[in-house]
């Protein structure tokens, strides 16, 4: 890099590039979209065979490579902005340091030195020869720069220091556009995939390592940015949101979008737009890692004898594997696992009239989060945010997505031709197990704070004339993190449901943050789990939702154990939906007695 080079340099030209860039990664999701939800939908809704499967299995492909094309072309974008940053703040130095020296009567050489006139003091009778100054080596060793200050402060003639100062500028301007041009031109050269047709996990896993290297490359660019609020509320988030242009959006995408993905208040295609580049980087990366383990011994079981019985344990093989890998091998399974249900969902839009699936939140460590929405919930006139319970994990997502699912196809045939999203919300650490976490608390008072946010920002997103319709479903442990939420916060809800609950942590429905007469219940025959809450503790139970003096709503319920109520056809599921599209005048009531005896006895009744 020399002065031509950096005074001749137009960054906007690069701009422009990255403009191109994003224009094509819009196109590549449009095509996406395209391809995912109108075009398979329409196969899955309409056609059956082999050939409908074929289609469906090369059209899945299509669309992961047009994902994979949006991805890196959105990164590309923000790295040519990046270096057109850098570079133009190079060339804004230099162009000030020349102009200050044509101001101050001196010449600067095509190669940086700097010529000065004479001037200063007359000395027997001569004034002060002019000279030339080549810009330093160094402006940042100690020694050098006090040398040179010693210099300009022992030179007869005062333009020689402003010659020295206009060198140095000069030379730091071009060393910074020489290192930007170093730093960039790497990180541009790796935004590329193999040369082949096919997108790989390691072309994915790739992605990660793009995004740190253009973030790291880009830091002073992405400072320059509108800064998203600390620890802001979804109406901030979504003030900030609104603040950038498209460049600024992209970049925050391209470069975080685990964090663009988390933020409630966002649009709920913005989020589903970050949180499938972090699904699929993530489930790429967790592929090969689990394919570089060595693989499960054969020889899992072996039999020993013990006081004259066989005993079933594991082989010493197997244990030595187990200690060296197993804790990540189960780890890593189990994530995928809930990353290909994930996807199976996506698969499903079109199947029966399912809609289009937004992905609102997703992480794989520990147990995992997931939120996923059947339709978009900032167009909705109807929306259910159903909390699952104890067990609840990444690994599991499958089952409650179905659930949400079922309830989005009942609630859409009673809704009138509203529009309604129904969202499956694993967004807190749920306990792991009915005896041994499931009595404890914290697990719904840590996860509060993330529902009420979350609830918040479905209100700050959402687009339409009139705000919606929100119901709360809570099974299990979900009906008690609801009610911890409307202890430590403010239910942003019109309706709650719960069903098979243990207790809520509030002893009454007036507590709950909804009108009154809008808390409902269920409760099957033959679920256990209430009369753990009813008769836990040493008997000092809780009051739950399905006795009388609770103030619930006690929904006819013809479903049986903890997890049938969202059973096809089932009066259960049905009333779920008619509270979900506001139509709790048609739900089918338990018929309730005058008096109380025995607790629970009636709330257990059909």
């Known amino acids: 890099m020399d002065i031509a080079t950096l005074k001749a340099l137009k960054p906007t030209e690069y701009q422009q590039a990255a403009d191109g860039y994003r224009a094509t990664s819009d196109m590549a999701s449009t095509a996406k979209d395209e391809v995912e939800n109108r075009i398979s939908a329409s196969i899955r809704n309409q056609l059956r065979g082999d050939a409908a499967d074929a289609a469906l299995r090369e059209l899945k492909e299509l669309g992961k490579n047009f994902h994979y094309i949006q991805t890196e072309c959105a990164l590309a974008a923000t790295a040519l902005n990046g270096f057109a940053f850098d570079m133009a703040a190079a060339r804004k130095k230099l162009e000030a340091a020349l102009e200050d020296a044509q101001a101050a009567g001196c010449t600067v050489g095509a190669d940086g030195s700097v010529s000065f006139p004479a001037g200063g003091k007359e000395t027997d009778g001569k004034v002060p020869e002019g000279g030339t100054v080549s810009p330093s080596s160094s402006t940042t060793d100690p020694t050098a720069a006090a040398i040179e200050r010693q210099a300009v ?45 096919v997108v790989s996990d390691r072309d994915w896993a790739d992605v990660k390592s793009d995004q740190d290297a253009v973030g790291d490359a880009g830091k002073k660019y992405l400072a320059s940015l509108p800064q998203p609020p600390r620890d802001g509320s979804p109406k901030d988030n979504a003030a900030w949101w609104k603040g950038l242009d498209d460049g600024q959006r992209s970049a925050y995408i391209s470069l975080h979008p685990d964090s663009v993905g988390a933020m409630d208040g966002l649009p709920s295609t913005v ?115 159903y909390v699952p ?91 008690t993190l609801i009610g911890a939420a409307a202890q430590k916060g403010t239910l942003n809800a019109d309706d709650i449901i719960f069903a098979g609950s243990p207790g809520v942590k509030v002893s009454g429905a007036d507590e709950l943050d909804v009108p009154k007469g809008h808390v409902w219940n269920e409760e099957g025959g033959s679920d256990p789990v209430p009369d753990i809450g009813r008769y836990g503790h040493g008997g ?53 007695p005058d008096t109380f005896d025995p607790p629970g006895y009636w709330a257990r009744v059909k």
Not at 311 to 339: F, I, P
Not at 576 to 587: C, E, H, K, P, S
Request: hydrophobic letters at 35%; zero cysteines; proline letters at 5%.
């Open 271 to 385: 989020r589903d737009e970050a949180n499938r580049v972090v699904l699929d980087e993530t489930r790429a990366r967790y592929q090969l890692e689990l394919d570089s383990l060595p693989k499960q011994p054969m020889n899992e079981w072996t039999y020993i004898a013990s006081n004259g019985w066989a005993s079933k344990v594991h082989t010493d093989e197997y244990m030595d594997w187990y200690n060296k890998y197993g804790e990540r091998y189960d780890h890593l399974t189990k994530a995928l696992n809930g990353m290909k249900s994930i996807q199976e969902r996506f698969d499903k839009t079109g199947e029966r009239g399912l809609p289009e699936a937004y992905l609102l939140g997703f992480s794989a460590d520990d147990d995992g989060r997931a939120i996923v929405a059947n339709g978009n919930p900032d167009t909705a006139d109807h929306q259910a945010v």
């Open 153 to 197: 402060n022992m030179h007869p003639n005062p333009n020689f220091g402003k010659a020295v100062g206009f060198a140095n500028r000069i030379g730091d301007a071009v060393r910074e556009a020489t290192e930007a041009d170093a730093k960039w031109a790497p990180k541009l050269r790796t935004l590329k995939a193999d040369d082949d047709l």
């Open 540 to 592: 000092d139970g809780f009051v739950i939702p399905s006795d009388p003096d609770f103030g619930a709503n006690q929904m006819v319920t013809d479903t049986h154990g903890h997890g049938g109520y969202w059973n096809a056809g089932s009066k259960s599921l049905l009333n779920q939906a008619l509270v979900v599209v506001g139509r709790g005048d048609d739900v089918k009531l338990k018929p309730q």
């Open 389 to 479: 319970g104890t067990t609840s994990d990444l690994n599991g997502i499958g089952g409650n997505i179905n659930r949400m699912a079922d309830v989005w196809r009942r609630a859409d045939n009673e809704a009138d031709g509203k529009a309604v999203s129904t969202i499956t919300w694993l967004g807190y650490d749920a306990p792991d197990d009915v005896v041994k976490d499931a009595p404890f608390e914290h697990y719904a008072y840590d996860g509060a704070p993330a529902f009420n946010k979350f609830l918040d920002g479905l209100e700050a997103s959402h687009t339409g004339d009139t705000p919606p319709h929100r119901t709360l479903i809570g099974h299990s442990y979900g009906s």
